[in-house]
Structure formats: structure tokens, C-alpha cells
């Protein structure tokens, strides 16, 4: 090759170098200058937000794990979150009254994974829901899953970093669930740092099951939902009970419905300015402007006579039973009487049962039910029962036992008490919540075996 052509051969590469150089540029930044400065323009956005954000996400009824996925129910769970530039994260939020109450503080990080990320990198209360523990995370998927929330999360406006407003849309890496980041007002901050925020659990703090509340004209009752994040909502109209079922969640001084819910005459979207009187057990709330109170009540609204039959006879037909994971609610705690905790032969607790039917003269079974048993239950915790209906409440008798743990016996003392029960069915139409008639103080639910 002459050294002409050689020289135009060394030439040309050097000019095809200096052209993909420049075609990597964009107002003088290679791409990976720009990515590092979109994500300080990022954590710049989230830590001059002088009274931080509220973080709100919605689950999506699916959960992963180990590429399996799983589906239940949606959730939606809220944060207030104010970051600094020395990545720390101060955190309230609405999964219970004491993550309400106190303060958390973790770390968190802006990082390029498929795009800029939000990561909450030490456990905090955001990873509560994520918690694969069912006990931790009081999730009705089962262990492994949490609620399917998540803890990383990607940016999801497209638009420039340094042109993102008082808004952020995010979406979880995981599970893709739904979130937002919303300036919050200094109003808001300060509800969530004096306690008022707090307050706001009144659907737990009031311990009776039935609460009830005047509302642009109607008595409106709200009990608890299908699980810990659901409240339904009901009402009479010309004489006929009426009701709905709505996610819900907590920011500031106000309860928060997913789904508004229509009466008839009015449309309630949130019970709003809520402060709680220790002193009655009572919380002055408002609705759409006006005030009301919220308090509770032994009796519901309106009983279903025949509701009690109705359990017994729908598992009857069917040859089926009633299960209860989660053993009674009494006074304020979830499983009081810690059925949790019961083994057999070092099998754990699985279930409490309720079969209809099933012992000669039609008498029932009652009794806790271990997995990986013969028979499913411990034979001297099996209790001949028989289901009666009388004045449109539930009353148990029960056959004499020998000597049981006393999660059992406490619990059978409570199904066996004259005063007998409510059953309540669910707005999902399968499940049943049975509520003591003594002082709606004390309930379990019942769902369906299939």
C-alpha cells in the first residue's frame, strides 16, 4: 500500500473516532455525565421539598415471589417522607397507630437501575408491607409475599428531572405497584409531627365493631372490611340496608376512601379533621364540610335475622366447613387469646373450624385444625357443638370437654356466652365476621372453605 493510501486510511479512522466522540455529546455531557446529573437533579427535587412529601401506593392485587406470582387483595398504603442530602429518610405512616405515633428514620438512595430509582435501602416502615413474614406484614397472601408492595421504585414521569413538579409518579421494581409523591403542605407536616396524625386511627381506637356517625341527614355505620386496609360502609334506604366496600388510607387528619362511596344523597370521600376525645371514645370528624361524631355501637344498624342460619345451613348443604385464620379480635387485639401459638405434636396452628353436620344427631365440630395431621385436629380439642338461632342472634352449646390450652378454652367460654352473636356478611358475599351481642367488643371472621 502506498503511503499516500496509508495516510488516507489513518486519517479516515481518526476522523471516524472523532465523529462517534462527537456524536456521544449532548450540550457537552457523554451519557453517563448525564445520567449522573439527572440523578442529583432527582435527589435535589426530593430534599427541597421544605415540608417534605406524602408518599401514597397503591398495590395492585399481585405479588411475586421467586417469579411466582399470586393474586389477592389491593391495598393502599401512606407515607409522610422528607428526605435530607445526606441520604436519610424521616418516616410516618398509616400501617398502624404506632408507626403513626413515632417517627422512623432509615436511608434511601438515587441509583440508574433500568432508570433513575427511588430506593429505600434499610428496613423502615415502608418495608413493613413488603415484610415476608404474614405476622409482620399482616398479609393475606401467605408467606413470601407481603401485600405485593415495594421498596424500590422507578421514576415514571417523562419528563426532565429539574421540570418535575409538586406531583412524582413512581412504579414499583418488583411488583409494579402504584405510587406518588405529593408536596406536603407545612398544615400537613405538622399534623403528622404533633400527633395528630395519629389520631386519625379511629377505626381502631374505637373497639366496638359497629361505628356509627350522622351524615348530611343519615346514620351511617362503618364496620370492618374483608381485611386490615378495607372499611365498608352502610346505610338504610327506605328501610332496607344498603352497603359498600372501599380501600382506604391515611394522610394528615383524614381517613381517605379509594372509592367514594354513594348513599343515595350525599357522596363521601373521606372523613376529614378528625381529632379524637379519649375521654367518651368518641372523634369529632367532618363529611363534605360539615361536622359530625363518630362513635361506636353495640348494635348494628340493622341485624339480618336470619344471618346465623344462613352461615350454618350454606357449609350444611355443602358439606363444607368455615375456617378462621386469625382466631377473636377482643378489645383492640387481633387473636387475643393467641391461637396463633398453639402446636400439636409440633405442627402449628393452621385454622380454627367450623363444620356443620358432621358427628352423628347432626351435631357440629368446632375446634382448631393443625396441617399435616391424620385428622386435622387434636381430638381433646374437638367440641360437639350445636349452632342455635334465637332472636335473630347465633348462640353455641357446647359438649363438656376434657382439659384444653387456654386459647381453647378461652375461646370456647366466648363462642358458648348466652348472649349470643351477630353475623354480619361480608360486602365480598362469602365471608361472615361474627360479632359478640354482649358489647360488639369481641368478633371473628369466617370464610368459606373451598
Known sequence: MSKIASSLVIASLVLAGCQKKVSDLIDGQTADQRLSAALVAYQNVLTQAPQGWILIEHTTGSAINQGATTTGQQAVFAYYVQFNDSNQVVMFSDFDSSMAAAPNTSSYRIKAVQRPAL???????????CDPDPLISKSPFGPGLGWGADFEFSFADNVDPTKLGDTINLIGNLNSSNAVLIKATQAQREAYFNGSFAQSFVF??????????????????????????????????????????TVYYL???????????????????????????????????????????LAGSITPLKNDASAATRWRNSALSAQSLWVSYNGFHVDGVD??????????NGVPFYAYIYY?????????LLSPFFANTATGTYPDYVTETYLQNIGGLG?????????TPAPVTETNNLVSDPNGFYFVLKE??????????????SWIDWQAYN
Open 251 to 293: 394522610t394528615g387528619g383524614s381517613i381517605n376512601f379509594v372509592n367514594p362511596v354513594s348513599t343515595g344523597t350525599q357522596t363521601i370521600a373521606s372523613l376529614d379533621n378528625i381529632v379524637w376525645n379519649a375521654s367518651n371514645s368518641t372523634a369529632s370528624i367532618s363529611v363534605n364540610g360539615t361536622g359530625s361524631t
Open 119 to 129: 430506593i429505600f435501602d434499610t428496613y423502615s416502615y415502608i418495608h413493613v408491607p
Open 204 to 245: 381502631d381506637k374505637i373497639q366496638n365493631y359497629f361505628k356509627h356517625a350522622f351524615i348530611g341527614g343519615q346514620e351511617i355505620e362503618f364496620t370492618p372490611g374483608v381485611h386490615s386496609k378495607v372499611v365498608d360502609v352502610n346505610w338504610l334506604q327506605s328501610g332496607a340496608l344498603k352497603s359498600a366496600s
Open 356 to 364: 356443620p353436620g358432621v358427628f352423628t344427631g347432626g351435631y357440629d
Open 395 to 403: 348462640y353455641f352449646e357446647l359438649a363438656p370437654l376434657a382439659t
Open 428 to 441: 365480598d358475599g362469602s365471608s361472615y365476621d361474627m360479632v359478640s351481642a354482649l358489647d360488639a367488643k
Open 335 to 344: 387473636d387475643a387469646f393467641g391461637m396463633a401459638n398453639l402446636q400439636y
